[in-house]
């Protein structure tokens, strides 16, 4: 009976060591798969890795084809492309040294003969092709039994890197991943197990109570065996969260009914779960918000039922939630995996919350520079004011990301500065703009903003709106002061959404646009008073020659569409003004002017113009007169007025006129015939005393002929070489050194007697011949200039300054004249300046615009001249490339009669420096001039203080002896 127990338990023993061995087998084949299963994962997630070249770690000449495969760091060390496939197979083959366990790679088309399967498993191959998830034997590799185990592998989105060129598709069955675990040293352990255990068999057999204790032990031994195999299992087991946990990224795993079976550190830290509250529970439930898990529930069973994931193998960006509800951006990836046949996913997500906000910044940041821009832009265009506002409102209600609804409104000071008027407004409802039509300054929340000088927001309508419809959508309020320094100049108001959060980034941005408007609203109130200084007499506030020229051509236009309309023109000069200024002085002779405006005006209806061309010469335009009675009716009441004295500080001034007068008729083409003829009439009706109006009549033509004669004399001037060219210096305002000179045209006829250039150059303009005698100035202007460089070397940047007509820019051939004129001088055109008046540039904005750029291109440089007597507009100083403005004598000379004068050229300076412009004063005549142009910032100077126009070798000797110019250097 003992040897019966003996053998059943030797046989059962045995038993137990052959199936305890394989076991242990299994459970290291396993093992051995699951961690080459990982890896292999995580290789074909990321492609690759690129490690440096060495004699052990050559670059694959299987990948070769890929362009990216070798890369040269910024170091210059050379990294080569380790492919997944090679990856695993290095890994493989460390395990293999290692621990003795093989894995293997087996591909259908293997691209490294390496990966070729062998026998047993292309045999495999075919099971998987026909459903088999994994198959495990026993078989002979190199003439030696191994536990073999291998599964399928599918292509996936990463590996077509490679293999996209042998026509895989993504899913595509491209070979099986094998595990075998050499079964020689567990049969070596199974032969010496038994020889222990017969010789323990014998041994109790021959002790009995030795033996059992001998078989004690090897029970004993056997569980701590088992204990060694669990523990094996769970080193590798850490080894493989070690690796997950290490992730960057949230990794998330879970089964096909969305149940959490994996949560890794990371995903701990994003979403604020810990790893023991979410195993087993459902997904969605923990991080995925209400609104999107019904979607979210759906997919999961779509993916579940035909195994496709819209964000398999590729990022996507989603919603999130964290453990305290909140939603924030994540980019999420999932992969597929199959536990047992059923398939479960693996979710790869990283926290973008910082990016986005990032991003968002910078796209606001974006849009708030391009909207200051476009406000900019819009400011300096040269539309009419109101629609400039109107524009720029627009602009700024269109900005998305400030919330807000749509409406708002432009506020500005009215003259009296107590009250705020609507300039603009885009959205506000009617009744709105009704009752906030004006708004007075500490009356609701506009008031208060205008009051205070203080930005002012309101998150909702409250008490504070004193003038809010009781209809009126719930909202926000922005008032912002708009200012100039400390100068209140209107109020920016802007409809916010309801209960909207403002930042100090929004409040920076609306601030800057309203400054910007602020700026727009100081150019135009610059720009209005320039264009109503430009258009009236600043001595007397009635039109100037050019507002009445302008409202002249308008009459003679309107005849001739109506011929039955009718218009005359009163030319008007004060009799003994010359007396009476000289014996007074010049201030009550301005002050006479004054008298004799208001006087002037008094007898005009509101459809006539009264106007002042200067000095003590008027000019009347009477609209709609029946006959010459009408007019002798007007020019009554005219005589009757200034026969009357005029009281002037103590002194009674008589002031008759003498009026000339013009009837429109068809037969003149320009306004200047008809005022022509008036001065015409008017001086023989001042040649005769005792009549003081005159029509004209054609008797008065015979004076034209002296104007004829005038250009006969002139053309026979060049003949006879009787024209010559004078120079003014052009002094620098802070040094008193010369820079430059404007050639002046000069006339002496044979017998020695000077003609005024106010004299010829009117008639070389009507003939024609300022272009004749503009080439031949600038001609002799270069010329002299070259000398004079090339002979005083200290002077070697001196430059020339010469006019160009409006005449003269119509010629075609312009550029080409002048070219040939400074190549054959050989003169630099830098060295010349070409001086032009507004005026004549307002002719034909656009082709002088062209011409002007195609001269700047070569190098000329442009002067505007005689600034403030023309068409004063800053459209055009921004449009036109003028590197310097002149202010025209009369400015200059107006200086020391009153603080307005002086505003105007302070204004006048400041405008030229905002556009990047020199200012150049002409007419300085007195030292009083020079300290006020210096202190008001002109540059350079020009006038009879410094110099006359000098003939050219005057000039010489000037260049000789410069401190001949004498300036007192003033504080």
């Not at 046989?11 to 137990?16: C, M, R, Y």
């Not at 209005?528 to 308008?554: C, I, K, V, W």
């Not at 209806?605 to 006959?627: H, N, Y």
């Not at 320009?670 to 054609?698: C, G, H, N, W």
Request: glycine share 6%; proline share 4%.
């Amino acid at each position: 009976m003992w040897s019966v127990v003996i053998l059943v338990s030797y046989f059962w023993n045995s038993h137990q060591v052959q199936s305890l061995l394989l076991d242990q087998a299994r459970t290291e084949l396993r093992a051995n798969f699951f961690k080459d299963q990982t890896f292999r994962l995580w290789a074909t997630k990321h492609g690759g890795v690129y490690v440096p070249v060495t004699e052990t770690q050559k670059p694959d000449p299987y990948v070769e084809f890929l362009p990216e495969r070798d890369i040269v760091t910024s170091s210059g060390k050379t990294l080569t492309l380790i492919n997944p496939a090679l990856m695993v197979r290095q890994f493989n083959e460390l395990a293999k040294s290692k621990f003795g366990a093989e894995g293997h790679i087996s591909g259908i088309k293997p691209l490294n003969p390496i990966n070729t399967a062998d026998e047993w498993e292309f045999k495999s191959f075919d099971m998987f092709k026909r459903g088999a998830k994994e198959f495990t034997e026993v078989t002979s590799m190199n003439n030696e039994p191994y536990l073999r185990l291998i599964r399928p592998m599918h292509m996936a989105a990463p590996c077509l890197k490679c293999h996209a060129q042998q026509g895989f598709t993504v899913g595509d069955l491209a070979g099986g991943v094998s595990v075998s675990v050499p079964l020689t040293p567990i049969e070596r352990l199974r032969e010496m197990r038994m020889i222990t255990l017969g010789a323990g068999h014998t041994f109790i057999w021959v002790l009995g109570l030795t033996g059992i204790g001998i078989a004690r032990r090897q029970i004993i031994t056997r569980v701590e065996e088992r204990e060694q195999i669990f523990d094996s299992l769970q080193e590798n087991e850490a080894r493989t969260r070690a690796i997950v946990s290490s992730s960057l990224d949230a990794i998330i795993t879970a089964d096909a009914n969305g149940i959490i079976t994996g949560w890794n550190e990371q995903a701990s830290t994003i979403f604020g779960w810990s790893e023991q509250d979410t195993l087993g529970e459902v997904l969605s439930n923990l991080i995925v918000p209400e609104r999107l898990r019904e979607a979210h529930n759906h997919g999961l069973q779509r993916a579940a039922a035909s195994s496709q994931v819209h964000e398999l193998n590729r990022r996507v960006e989603v919603v999130g939630l964290n453990r305290d509800g909140q939603e924030f951006p994540v980019e999420l990836s999932i992969t597929t995996f199959y536990i047992d046949g059923e398939i479960a996913f693996t979710a790869f997500i990283r926290d973008i919350s910082d990016r986005k906000a990032a991003e968002e910044k910078i796209e606001r940041d974006y849009a708030s520079q391009q909207l200051i821009a476009s406000v900019l832009e819009t400011s300096l265009q040269p539309a009419p004011f109101e629609q400039r506002l109107e524009q720029i409102l627009h602009q700024l209600l269109a900005t998305s990301w400030l919330n807000l609804q749509g409406k708002g409104a432009v506020y500005l000071v009215n003259d009296s500065g107590d009250t705020l008027e609507m300039a603009t407004q885009s959205g506000m409802p009617a009744k709105t703009v009704e009752k906030c039509a004006t708004v007075p300054l500490g009356v609701c929340l506009c008031g208060q903003a205008a009051a205070t000088g203080e930005v002012i927001y309101k998150a909702c309508v409250d008490d504070d709106h004193h003038r809010i419809d009781s209809g009126s959508e719930q909202h926000g309020h922005y008032c912002l002061p708009i200012k100039s320094s400390d100068r209140l100049l209107g109020i920016l108001t802007l409809y916010l959404d309801h209960d909207h959060q403002r930042s100090e980034e929004e409040i920076q941005l609306l601030s800057t646009i309203s400054h910007t408007i602020g700026g727009m609203i100081q150019r135009n109130e610059a720009e209005q008073s320039l264009l109503h200084n430009a258009y009236h007499d600043d001595l007397t506030g009635l039109p100037n020659r050019l507002l009445f020229m302008d409202r002249l051509a308008q009459a003679m236009a309107r005849h001739e569409r109506n011929q039955d309309y009718k218009f005359a023109v009163l030319f008007l000069d004060l009799d003994r003004f010359k007396v009476i200024n000289d014996s007074l002085g010049h201030s009550f002779g301005d002050k006479l002017l004054v008298k004799v405006a208001k006087r002037l005006e008094s007898c005009s209806r509101p459809t006539d113009t009264v106007a002042r061309l200067g000095g003590d010469e008027f000019t009347m335009l009477i609209e709609g007169p029946e006959s010459e009675l009408d007019i002798s009716r007007v020019t009554s009441r005219i005589h009757s007025e200034l026969r009357n004295p005029i009281d002037l500080i103590g002194h009674e001034i008589f002031a008759p006129c003498s009026i000339g007068i013009a009837f429109g008729n068809s037969d003149y083409k320009e306004p200047e015939e008809i005022l022509r003829d008036a001065d015409t009439a008017m001086y023989r009706a001042k040649s005769e005393s005792s009549i003081q109006t005159v029509f004209f009549d054609e008797a008065m033509h015979t004076s034209a002929l002296s104007r004829l004669t005038m250009e006969t004399d002139l053309r026979r001037a060049f003949e006879n070489q009787e024209l010559s060219v004078h120079y003014q210096p052009i002094v620098a305002a802070a040094t008193g050194e010369i820079e430059g000179f404007e050639a002046l045209a000069r006339w002496q006829r044979s017998d020695g007697s000077m003609v005024s250039p106010v004299e010829f150059i009117p008639v070389a303009e009507e003939t024609g011949l300022i272009n004749e005698l503009g080439m031949w100035v600038l001609h002799q202007a270069c010329k002299h200039t070259k000398q004079w460089r090339e002979a005083h070397p200290k002077f070697k940047d001196l430059y020339i300054s010469v006019n160009l007509s409006g005449k003269q820019l119509l010629q075609a051939d312009l550029f080409n004249c002048i070219e040939t004129i400074l190549l054959g001088v050989g003169f630099d055109p830098s060295c010349l300046r070409l001086e032009i008046t507004e005026s004549t540039l307002m002719a034909d904005t656009t082709a002088n615009n062209n011409l002007l750029t195609k001269f700047r291109d070569r190098g000329y440089r442009f002067y505007i001249d005689d600034f403030g007597t023309g068409y004063s507009s800053l459209s055009y100083l921004h449009s036109f490339p003028f590197e310097a403005l002149k202010i025209d004598r009369s400015f200059v000379l107006n200086l020391d009669q009153g603080s307005e004068h002086i505003d105007m050229v302070e204004t006048i300076v400041a405008i030229a420096h905002n556009f990047g412009m020199e200012v150049i004063a002409e007419g300085v005549e007195t030292e009083a001039h020079l300290k006020q142009l210096r202190d008001l910032g002109c540059e350079r100077l020009q006038g009879y203080l410094f110099s006359r126009p000098l003939p050219p070798e005057a000039v010489s000797e000037l260049l000789a002896n410069p401190e001949k110019i004498a300036i007192k250097q003033t504080d």
